[in-house]
């Protein structure tokens, strides 16, 4: 028989942030005057489709996924601001320089999501007082709102997290995990989409406790390899690991201009952008460059390239800057404008937080108290 020790030396503590509304989010903190209107963001990809709506925007009905013409003629007061993924890559990737300080197991979801592994962190703090501090910190760098779900798996983590949205922190400890799942919708599931809530009503399965009913043989003969998934969940079973990002061996991106670039002051600025938005993606990888490539296109559709390879890996986005305009001035042709411009990235080396900093880290939540309302999933 297990010592009490023992099990809980193998309880992992897991943590789901989930910045709140964040395209928008953000669109509202650079405006002001955007703060408590109906707005919208449009797709990155400039398809025209509806990325993200701002909570007052939810309350009247707009959703993700609608034409924002179609969203404009509905509701005349609904405001649609172009996005900005440059802008929402760099402050994702600076979301997640204050998530490294607290954890080295980070799972990125996107942009406004990740899981933490705090397991090693907390040996002398709780998950709940760590996940206090981020969101503490977050509002105060970033002037962004976190929610944060904590448990002891990804899938409570997450629920967690979404059941408390917007400005909130709930906590699932094991003891509490199956009355919390079990009245729970089936469509509130992490993993179970349209098309599948669909098919478990149509099987009688509504709740986490009538999908905890169902056998597993039938669950599988329904839902194939994914019986198995719902069938531990609506136990509170998840063994998936917090799994970071395989390093890479390169970062690049490319801007095409519909305006050829030809001064020099808009060239600059122009690779400014790239730099921060690739300097991003080392960020959330957290890597670092040592070669710089610089790729030019002009408009006769002629392409040069120049390298520069660093002595050591680069510490900054500023050290990016610096050497991606040098190389670019010696590429640039004298009256002839640029269509494309790109930075790449490679010999990448990963950097890690120093063990040093994160228990230092633990001394400093044993001395702080955050003003802050926790939420701790119960029976009733």
Not at 136 to 144: C, N, P, R
Request: charged share 25%; glycine share 6%.
């Amino acid at each position: 028989m297990k010592l009490v020790e023992e099990i809980k030396a193998e309880i992992r503590k897991i943590v789901h942030l989930d910045m709140d509304a964040f395209y928008a989010s953000v669109e509202q903190r650079d405006n002001p005057a955007l703060r408590g209107m109906p707005i919208a963001v449009t797709d990155p990809k400039g398809w025209g489709i509806i990325a993200a709506a701002s909570y007052e925007a939810r309350a009247i009905g707009v959703r993700a996924g609608t034409s924002a013409a179609s969203a404009i003629a509905r509701w005349p007061q609904l405001e649609i601001i172009e996005s900005r993924l440059d802008v929402y890559e760099s402050l994702s990737a600076q979301a997640h320089q204050i998530y490294a300080r607290y954890s080295g197991c980070i799972e990125p979801i996107f942009l406004d999501e990740a899981y933490l592994d705090v397991t090693e962190t907390t040996e002398k703090t709780s998950a709940t007082a760590l996940a206090k501090r981020i969101r503490a910190d977050i509002w105060k760098e970033l002037e962004l709102i976190v929610s944060a779900g904590v448990s002891y798996n990804k899938f409570l983590a997450k629920l967690a997290s979404d059941h408390c949205k917007p400005n909130g922190l709930l906590v699932i400890p094991p003891g509490r995990a199956q009355p919390f799942i079990d009245p729970l919708p089936v469509g509130k599931f992490h993993g179970v989409g349209p098309a599948t809530e669909a098919r478990m009503l149509a099987l009688g399965i509504e709740t986490g406790e009538q999908l905890r009913a169902a056998s597993l043989e039938c669950l599988v003969h329904e839902f194939g390899r994914g019986g198995q998934y719902f069938y531990d969940v609506c136990r509170g079973i998840d063994e998936r690991p917090v799994s970071p990002p395989s390093a890479r061996r390169s970062h690049g991106i490319e801007r095409s201009f519909k305006h050829a670039l030809l001064d020099d002051g808009a060239r600059r600025s122009s690779l400014a952008k790239i730099s921060a938005e690739v300097w991003a993606k080392c960020e959330l990888s957290q890597s670092r460059p040592r070669t710089v490539t610089v790729k030019v296109r002009f408009t006769d559709f002629s392409e040069v390239t120049k390298s520069h390879s660093a002595p050591d890996a680069l510490s900054s986005q500023q050290a990016l800057a610096l050497i991606s305009e040098r190389l670019l001035n010696t590429l640039a042709r004298e009256g002839t404008p640029i269509r494309l411009l790109g930075i790449s990235l490679s010999a990448l080396t990963q950097t890690t937080t120093p063990p040093l900093e994160q228990q230092q880290l633990c001394l400093d939540l044993q001395r702080d108290s955050l003003p802050t309302t926790i939420h701790t999933a119960t029976s009733t």
